[in-house]
């Protein structure tokens, strides 16, 4: 199924005024995406770290993935980000600043050639 991210805060906001009854405050849900990504680094740091899983200990970067999305759609239905919008912005905005900066990085160019 491919989604909008349009269609994403709209699908996020009817599940919430549907299911969730309202939004948690947004300092409540800054500290839920805070603990979100803290569950995706720790993934990370045991798949490519050298750190091991514990037992029943959670594996799917891809669930966590969606939990910080949906928290950080929550927060700009919130604060009337228009996310399509903001990712248009910086888009550009990367590739006016960017544009040469890591083609003519000596470490990355390093990099790519291993």
């Not at 993935?65 to 912005?89: S, Y």
């Not at 550009?92 to 990099?111: C, F, G, I, V, W």
């Amino acid at each position: 199924m491919t989604m909008e991210i349009k269609e994403l805060q709209q699908r996020v906001d009817e599940w919430i005024r549907t299911y969730g009854v309202c939004y948690f405050g947004e300092l409540t849900n800054m500290a839920i995406l805070t603990e979100e990504v803290g569950e995706l680094a720790r993934i990370v740091a045991r798949r490519y770290g050298e750190q091991s899983f514990k037992a029943g200990e959670k594996d799917d970067p891809a669930d966590e993935m969606a939990d910080v999305m949906w928290v950080l759609v929550c927060l700009a239905n919130q604060m009337g980000v228009d996310l399509e919008k903001a990712l248009e912005r910086n888009f550009e905005k990367k590739t006016s600043r960017d544009k040469d900066r890591h083609r003519l990085n000596p470490k990355l160019q390093a990099k790519d050639d291993n």
